[in-house]
């Protein structure tokens, strides 16, 4: 089963950046669409951004459109999501999430099979 680990997460003022950082041992991570969900205190986990299995593919919640940005070095096996100009809303929990079916609804929860144990973000104003 593969283990995903998130880093890079922190606590930035709005207007800063980060770069969050997925990561498994297994070569086999390369061959699977990855997400990124955010959940925030109180609230519903959401989808933020995902890429498919060879990287040709990128999706994106309305909410972060221009601001995410969402990659992979199949290389190196890990996908990263470039977050710029970030916003207090933007606060929560990222999680990575991963799937090795075919590519389609991956803005969905239940299209992943193996999800990290998260990574906080925190923006201040």
């Known amino acids: 089963q593969v283990q995903l680990v998130e880093s890079g997460g922190g606590l930035v003022q709005a207007g800063d950046s980060l770069r969050l950082l997925c990561t498994d041992s297994a070569r086999t991570f390369s061959l699977y669409a990855v997400g990124w969900f955010r959940q925030a205190p109180g609230k519903e986990r959401e989808f933020v951004a995902a890429?498919?299995?060879?990287?040709?593919?990128?999706y994106y919640a309305d909410s972060v459109k221009g601001r995410f940005t969402i990659s992979g070095d199949k290389d190196k096996n890990t996908r990263s999501l470039q977050m710029n100009n970030l916003k207090p809303e933007d606060t929560a929990v990222y999680y990575c999430?991963?799937?090795?079916?075919?590519?389609?609804?991956?803005?969905?929860?239940?299209?992943?099979?193996?999800w990290g144990q998260g990574t906080q973000v925190t923006v201040s104003s």
């Open positions: 999430a991963a799937s090795n079916s075919l590519d389609y609804a991956l803005e969905k929860e239940g299209r992943y099979d193996y």
């Open positions: 890429i498919n299995w060879n990287n040709q593919h990128t």
